[in-house]
């Protein structure tokens, strides 16, 4: 293919992925068409096809940078909050406050802090879930980091006696443990810092905070990789160094394998960190044996089920 | 998770369409929305988009009719594909029957169909489900964009990339054009009932309640094994018509 054809292609690539909201792709595939137009150099028109591109990067920028400052969870209408209490709400039972406080959970869970907030408040006013509640108002105002708010809240119950001393003990070690796990200077008023950490497994809420992984953008290789039945990997340094490990292949997708360290294998799971450089690996495939390298690229602990406690560490394989 | 109500003898499920960001997801929901109207229970409701990209996720809840004596209800959603939406992701899976992975077939987002693949399955791992087990159906979804000059992947290289191990049922589709979004549907919701049907026994349970009505009604159709002692009874009166009765009840049901 010719440059002039080569450029046409690039140029080609990028309206469609623009048109397909790809942006990134489309970025990308401008930057390679400037780049070859910048390379020529008697090309009729350089200056003006550079511009032009130039401006079209523009755009996109601004779309991406639109995109990437979105909130991660904008609060949405009545309506809509209404259906997603419906039905991401699981309560398994039929007591109708605790089914108000799974609800108002499940906004907390959606992002949904103002309206949660409003429901846990029309909740204080039930014993049952009250402390519940309370513990709720204040992870929304810390999940939406609104600390003050939260230390007003307190102040405030502290004030109108609507929790009892006990409640208020309770609730005000939970809250601080928090702002202490932060590493916020703040101080919740009048409360006692004593048996934090006794407290804190009871007071520990449902709500889960995922970890979002980072996006990859590592250029793409397009290499096949066997199925992989099992790894060796040799370490070169660290307290294993020098040791061969072999480990079952629990997943793979493409050139991404997943295996399972036993929670008891702790040098194992030291030893194996998001971005560590695996250089001496070897691969048992059904049809062959191979040796490459591999990158850790991300390792979780297993919350639930029957392997809990342990790890599943993700590498992608470089054979070589 | 599915709901069965024997007494209502009704079973909801809840089927979900998972994939990395813009492989079309919504657009597959959309489609059936259109080209399934009257089954659609009301229109499909999105909650929350940024522009077409989906924040929260999308909704369209469906009425199968009557399966095996149940009304089958089934629950559509897809997820945001967007990595940033891991959490909200994880929330919309909870409590799934079935999934339709929707692959982008156009060569540039390879790499994105292997990490929600991955996603996916770490997803389910956290609920205590396998991707292995539950019913799952792959789409390679844009495959019309080859006419517009985009390079898009062989199905060959996406079978090696997704679903060498997977081995699920596999589909070629344009979901903006409605090309191949009925037959995944189709595929996945009789993967889904199957194993709801294994797992939960709900057809069995329906064979039963038919079973105990027909024994109350001599004559319509007569029991086997759970009920034998009656039927040797009744077979002493009319043993013709009994036996014949009886050839049919155990050519369709189960008990």
Known sequence: MDI????????????LYRGQ???????????????????IEKLKNKEKLLAGIAAKLKGLQGEIEKVEAAPDNPEIGAESQALIKKLFSYAKTDDADAVALEEAITLTKFGQYAKAIEDFKALLSKESVRLAAAKNIIRCHIAGEKIEDGVAQFQEWLDSGILSKDQLKKLGMFFQNIIDKKGLDVKVPKMATAAVQEEEAELELELEEAEVEPAEEEPQEEEEILDINSVGISFEAGPMKGEVIELDVSFQTGNVISVLLNARDKDLIDNLNPGDQLNDMQFYSPIAIFQGTGVVNAKTGIKVGPRKGDFSVDIKVSSS | MAVFNARKREIECKLVYYGPGRCGKTTNIESIGKAYRK??????VSINTEGDRTLFFDFLPMGLGKIKGCDVRVQLYTVPGQVKYASTRKLVLKGVDGVVFVADSMKVRREKNMLSLKDLQQNLKDYGLNVFKIPLIMQYNKRDLEKEGIPIMPIKQM????NRQLKAPSFEASALAGDGVGQTLKAALSATLKYLQREMNWAGQEAYAEH????RRPGVFE???????AWRERRQRRPADLQSAYRRHRGGFLC
């Open chain 1, 4 to 15: 002039g054809a080569k450029i046409k292609t690039f140029l080609k690539e990028a309206e």
């Open chain 1, 21 to 39: 909201g790809l942006l990134n792709e489309s970025k990308e595939s401008y930057q390679k068409a400037a780049k070859l137009i910048k390379s």
């Open chain 2, 39 to 44: 089954h659609a229970e009301s229109e499909m």
């Open chain 2, 159 to 162: 079978e090696h990339d997704l």
């Open chain 2, 212 to 215: 105990s009505r027909a024994i």
């Open chain 2, 223 to 229: 029991p086997c094994g759970c009920h034998a002692a």
